[in-house]
Every structure is written in C-alpha cells, then in structure tokens.
C-alpha cells in the first residue's frame, strides 16, 4: 500500500508517519527529512534545499521531482511507503502520477490532516527533533532532553532553523499558496480522505489507522 501524507507544515505528518510505518511496516519517505540529511552530509542538493528552507519557500520542482523519482525507484519501496511532504505543488501532484505510472504503481490514497495555522504556530514553536533518527518531539507535549530510541545513543535534541517565528509564518504562506490546491487535485481523484489533526497524537492515530484500512 502506497498512501500520501498530506497537511500545513507541523500538522503531524513526520509523527503520524512514524506511527503508521511502525503498525503497517510500511517505509517512511519525507522530502524534508532527505534535504536535511544531505544538507547534514554537506552535499550539493543539501545546501541548495538551505537556501530554499531557510526563507520558508518550495526547494525547485525539477530537483525534487527527481529527487523522489530516484528514492521511489529502490527495491525498499516494494513493501509499500507513506509519502511526507510531497507533493507540494500541482505540477509536483502531475509528476508523481507520471512517475507511479511509469514505475507500474500506484497510489492508494491521501490522507489530509487537517490542522489550524494557530496550531501549527504552537506545535512548531516547541518542536525539537533528533539529528539521527529525524524524530520530532515536543518541548511540552512530547518532552525529552535527548532521542530515547538506544539506535541513537543519546543524540541531543535540537530545534529546526526553519521553525523560528518568521520562517513558520512564510511556510504557512506557502502552504495555502502553492500546496493548498493540491487538495483538489486528489479529492477529484477521488483519493482524499480528510482527518482532523486537533486531537492527541494517540486520538489522530487512530483515525489515520482506520482511514487507511478503509482503503485497504
Ligand atoms: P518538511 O520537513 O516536509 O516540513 P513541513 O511540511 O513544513 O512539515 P513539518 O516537518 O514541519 O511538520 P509535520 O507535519 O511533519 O509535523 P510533525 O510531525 O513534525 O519540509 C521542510 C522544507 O523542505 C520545506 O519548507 C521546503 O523548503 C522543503 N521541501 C520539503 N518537501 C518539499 C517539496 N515536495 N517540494 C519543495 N520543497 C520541499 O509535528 C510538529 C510538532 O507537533 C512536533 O513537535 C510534534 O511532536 C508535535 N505534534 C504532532 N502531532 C501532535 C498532536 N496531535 N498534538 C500535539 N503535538 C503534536
């Protein structure tokens, strides 16, 4: 099974990612989590991805496109993935049709998580991730000090530089800008399913697992 994630930045895509691979054993791709971990290994895609991140705007389609179609292309993807944080834009929903078609796949469904700016504004004002696993935490609602996974030896928590209050409000733009309208290309697709992110972590959950085993 091949399913979207799709919602505004900090909706709770990366955390409700986690959860489904772990319960479904499905892999998680996020384009944001490969930027920044080229951008860790210093790489060429890794500082331009910066440039565009750090303003809160879309990193070029054509780098992304590509960059998806190679990660899509690997024989870890057989099992079936849950897609974060693309696509982002309508010619980047039009590539990835391209794209599962010519790889002889398909997508099974899009789950939005739908969230309000004001949220998003508290959750990524809080947020701390790990450098080595990419998890997010919560300064209040998810707190730890360090990644308590024992795979990343006690990696220190640090807070994203595109989380500052000034970068959050430019991604938002974005968001309702550029990837809003991706909504309609899916729901006419007939492959949106719509959730509401407003709950607990465990309340979403459950409604993300439901959702998907209604496509299943
Ligand atoms: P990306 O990393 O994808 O960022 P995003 O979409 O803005 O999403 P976030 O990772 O910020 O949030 P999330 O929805 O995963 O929420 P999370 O689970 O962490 O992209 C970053 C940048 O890369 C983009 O701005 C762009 O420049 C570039 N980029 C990426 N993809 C691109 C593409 N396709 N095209 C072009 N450019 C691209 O949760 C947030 C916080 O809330 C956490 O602290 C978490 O613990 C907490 N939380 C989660 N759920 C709950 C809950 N239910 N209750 C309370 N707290 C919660």
């Not at 971990?37 to 750090?54: F, H, P, S, V």
């Not at 870890?76 to 309508?90: I, K, Q, S, Y």
Request: with cysteine; net charge negative; hydrophobic share 35%.
């Amino acid at each position: 099974m091949n399913i979207i994630l799709f919602g505004p930045p900090g909706s709770g895509k990366g955390t409700q990612a986690e959860q489904l691979c772990k319960k479904l054993n499905l892999l998680h791709i996020a384009t944001g989590d490969i930027f920044r971990e080229n951008l860790n290994q210093k790489t060429d895609l890794g500082n331009l991805a910066k440039t565009y991140m750090d303003r809160g705007e879309l990193v070029p389609g054509d780098v992304t496109n590509a960059m998806v179609r190679d990660r899509l292309d690997r024989p870890d993807t057989a099992g079936g993935f849950v897609l974060d944080g693309f696509p982002r834009t309508l010619p980047q929903a039009e590539a990835l049709t391209v794209i599962m078609k010519d790889l002889e796949r398909q997508i099974y469904g899009v789950l939005y998580i739908n969230v309000s700016d004001e949220e998003v504004v508290n959750r990524l004002s809080g947020r701390i991730i790990c450098r080595e696993c990419q998890t997010p935490f919560h300064k209040i609602y998810n707190p730890f000090e360090s990644c308590p996974f024992e795979k990343c030896n006690g990696e220190h928590l640090y807070q994203r530089d595109d989380d500052k209050p000034e970068t959050v409000r430019a991604r938002l733009e974005t968001y309702h800008t550029q990837t809003a309208p991706v909504l309609d290309y899916y729901q006419q697709a007939n492959l949106m399913i719509e959730i509401s992110g407003a709950g607990t972590v465990k309340d979403v959950s459950q409604q993300a697992l439901q959702a998907v085993k209604s496509l299943a």
